[in-house]
Each structure stands twice: as C-alpha cells, then as structure tokens.
C-alpha cells in the first residue's frame, strides 16, 4: 500500500488463551489496512509456528542485542520469556499507510500507553475466567504447569483492564470480530 496518510497505530491485547489471534486473523482478511506486527521472542516455538511469521524466533542474546541498540518500541519478560516489538519494522508499515497491530501483554502495553498517549487500545476479555481456563486448557499447547502461569498472568492482566480505551468480549466470535472492524474504522 503506498497511501500517503501514515497508518494508525492500534495496542491489542488480553491474556492468553482469549481467542485474540483468531479475532485479528479474520480482522485482517476483512480488512486489508491492518497488518500485525511481528515480535522477537526467546519463547521455544510451538508446533505449527513458523520463523518471521508468527514471531522472530531469537535467543536470549540476538534479544538483548536489540535492547542495547535501542531497537524496541516495548519489550516486556512473560512467563520467563522475553516478547519485544522491533521499532522499524511498525514505522515502516505506518509510513506505507497500513494500522499496525501491536498484539502484545500488558506491561509491554502500558509502555506504549506512555509513549504514544493518543493509541487506540483495544482489550480483549473472555466471558470467564472459567472459561478461559477451559479454552487455555483445551488449547492443548502448554503443559499444566504452564497452563497455571498463564492463567494467574491473565488474571492480573485483567485487572488492569480499564487502562484500555476499548474492551471487546470474546463471547461470540463473529460479534467480537465485528466489534474490533467497527473500532478501527
Ligand atoms: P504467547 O507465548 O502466548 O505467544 O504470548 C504470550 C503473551 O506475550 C501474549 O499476551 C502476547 O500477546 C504477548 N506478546 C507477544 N509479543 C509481544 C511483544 O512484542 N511485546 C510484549 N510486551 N508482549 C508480547
């Protein structure tokens, strides 16, 4: 896209196991516009990740690396894993006109908040903590062990929910998917 209009820069996020990713995936068929923006972690991929797609698979170094060059728009360690969004990668696509979804945890959020005060904040919430433990489990992904972390990290970050200018449910898919076309629109 080669719009002259710098795109709009869009923080989303949620705990863990929320369906976000599933929503954004359908946001971006629907609209063309929305690109995400692809982070560094030194998390171990899961099956079915792919290298420079779904994240940049570094190490601890390679991450620590970046941090020394100031390369990071945000960066934050989560269940003993560092995830950072690379600063020139989201310029560059905000230069070419596209909204850049940030989708990353709240403490990475809350840098952002502070940075960019105007952002379009986006928080997405399961109907449940019940539930949220079921789609987390049923996910299959993660051991109990790590099922338990995750589940006290989305609880935290749920508490600080209202930090978010926009709170999106995950209740019913195709409603939340709507709700988030309609916030970016
Ligand atoms: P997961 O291991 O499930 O892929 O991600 C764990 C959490 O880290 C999720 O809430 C995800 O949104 C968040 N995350 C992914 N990339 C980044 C990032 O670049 N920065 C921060 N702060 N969090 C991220």
New binding site residues.
């Given amino acids: 896209m080669n719009s002259n209009k710098r795109g709009k820069l869009v923080l989303y996020?949620?705990?863990?196991g929320v369906g976000?990713g599933t929503i954004l995936a359908e946001v971006m068929k629907r609209n063309p516009k929305v690109r995400l923006?692809v982070?560094?972690?030194t998390?171990a991929p899961r099956e079915g990740e792919i290298d420079g797609v779904?994240?940049h698979f570094v190490s601890r170094k390679e991450f620590e690396d970046l941090i020394a060059r100031d390369g990071y728009l945000?960066?934050?360690e989560?269940?003993e894993?560092l995830?950072?969004?690379p600063k020139q990668q989201v310029e560059d696509m905000l230069d070419n006109g596209y909204d850049v979804f940030?989708?990353?945890?709240v403490?990475?959020?809350l840098q952002i908040m502070e940075k960019y005060p105007d952002v379009l904040s986006i928080f997405i919430l399961p109907p449940s903590v019940d539930e949220l433990e079921r789609r987390l489990r049923n996910r299959g992904t993660e051991d109990e062990e790590t099922v338990q972390k995750?589940l006290t990290e989305a609880k935290n970050?749920i508490a600080l929910k209202d930090k978010y200018r926009y709170l999106v449910v995950n209740d019913d898919l195709e409603t939340a998917i709507q709700e988030v076309l309609d916030i970016i629109r």
Avoid: F, M, P, V
Avoid at 102 to 105: F, M, S
């Fill in positions: 996020s949620g705990s863990s976000k923006s982070s560094n972690t998390r779904h994240y945000e960066y934050a989560y269940c894993n995830y950072g969004t940030l989708e990353i945890e403490q990475g959020g995750r970050e």
